[in-house]
């Protein structure tokens, strides 16, 4: 079984920042690309970020600037350091990864979900 829990998520003023991690753990051959999505109230999941297991990182145009993404092999760990952010940023936030867990088999693995909610 493979598991992604995610953590730091919580209300922080607009302006503020967040970190958020997401921790992979369970029968893992190897990852691939990881990365962050969001779900706003009434909203369609959306991407927000992702980072291949080599190459370069990818943002939506919405959080470019502001936004981090960044991993840890060694941890099998996902990172989003989140700044200036603005209630448009309020979501449930998911973390996403592409898991081989046998040379031959891999799956899309998806968080629990973490609400972050940017409120004055």
């Known amino acids: 079984q493979v598991q992604l829990v995610e953590s730091g998520g919580g209300l922080v003023q607009p302006g503020g920042s967040l970190k958020l991690s997401c921790a992979a753990s369970?029968?893992?051959?190897?990852?691939?690309?990881m990365g962050w999505y969001r779900q706003a109230p009434g909203k369609q999941r959306e991407l927000v970020a992702t980072?291949?297991?080599?190459?370069?990182?990818n943002y939506a145009d919405s959080v470019k600037g502001r936004f981090t993404i960044s991993r840890d092999n060694a941890k099998k760990t996902v990172y989003l350091q989140m700044n200036s952010l603005i209630p448009e940023d309020t979501a449930v936030y998911y973390c996403n990864a592409i898991i081989w867990t046998l040379p031959t088999r891999y799956g899309n693995y998806w968080g629990q979900g973490t609400q972050v909610t940017v409120s004055s």
């Open positions: 369970g029968s893992i051959f190897s990852i691939n690309a």
């Open positions: 980072v291949p297991s080599g190459g370069s990182t």
